[in-house]
T-cell receptor, first 110, second 114 residues
Framework: DAKTTQPNSMESNEEEPVHLPCNHS???????IHWYRQLPSQGPEYVIH???SNVNNRMASLAIAEDRKSSTLILHRATLRDAAVYYC???????????FGKGTRLSVIA | DAGVTQSPTHLIKTRGQQVTLRCSPK?????VSWYQQALGQGPQFIFQ???????QRGNFPDRFSGHQFPNYSSELNVNALLLGDSALYLC?????????????FGPGTRLTVT
């Protein structure tokens, strides 16, 4: 079962920043926080991951709470192409499968 | 560099029939995982293949079986199809030498059972 809690849906205006929250109060010390997204009619794609420190890459930023019980995926300027279902997943560094919840469906309005 | 490819794209089968889905991993990847995604749900892990053996399995019945070939490609077989098997079947590949074993997904095969 998924160990994360995300809002079912969120809406954003184009070119505005988007903050997608994720609660994971039962996270263990070795769990990494992964974010994947699934664009319409495509398979999921990796977005970003982190352990304790905030992370940035070309797609997004990941802000991790100090107690690691929550995190936020930040899209700095949402575009129409960012409309997707975003999944927050906890995963230990071993070869464990991804456990998906229902994710957050992000709609972007032009 | 080709990513993960899956065939066929769509498939329609009748209850009780058998189906085989195929997956070619991303170049350089040696591990293949299969997921089932029902409409409106997140993907659910079926099993994982590495070195031509099933290494991990999710909560799926024995009707679901698979195979991995020496070139790392993989097949998913489902016997005695049920209406509830209608779903998007996703293949994901990863490299065993990567610490976090980031998974790359294919576009999926849409299976409809009538």
């Amino acid at each position: 079962d998924a160990k994360t809690t995300q809002p079912n849906s969120m809406e954003s205006n184009e070119e505005e920043p988007v903050h997608l929250p994720c609660n994971h109060s039962t996270i263990s010390g070795t769990d990494y926080i992964h974010w994947y997204r699934q664009l319409p009619s495509q398979g999921p794609e990796y977005v970003i991951h982190g352990l304790t420190s905030n992370v940035n890459n070309r797609m997004a930023s990941l802000a991790i709470a100090e107690d690691r019980k929550s995190s936020t995926l930040i899209l700095h300027r949402a575009t129409l192409r960012d409309a997707a279902v975003y999944y927050c997943i906890l995963r230990d560094p071993g070869n464990t499968p991804l456990v998906f919840g229902k994710g957050t469906r992000l709609s972007v309005i032009a | 560099d080709a990513g993960v490819t899956q065939s066929p794209t769509h498939l329609i089968k009748t209850r009780g029939q058998q189906v085989t889905l195929r997956c070619s991993p991303k170049s350089g990847h040696d591990t293949v995982s299969w997921y089932q995604q029902a409409l409106g749900q997140g993907p659910q892990f079926i099993f994982q293949y590495y070195e031509e053996e099933e290494r991990q399995r999710g909560n799926f019945p024995d009707r679901f079986s698979g195979h991995q070939f020496p070139n790392y490609s993989s097949e998913l077989n489902v016997n005695a199809l049920l209406l509830g098997d209608s779903a998007l079947y996703l293949c994901a590949s990863s490299f065993s030498g990567s610490i976090l074993r980031e998974q790359y997904f294919g576009p999926g095969t849409r299976l409809t059972v009538t």
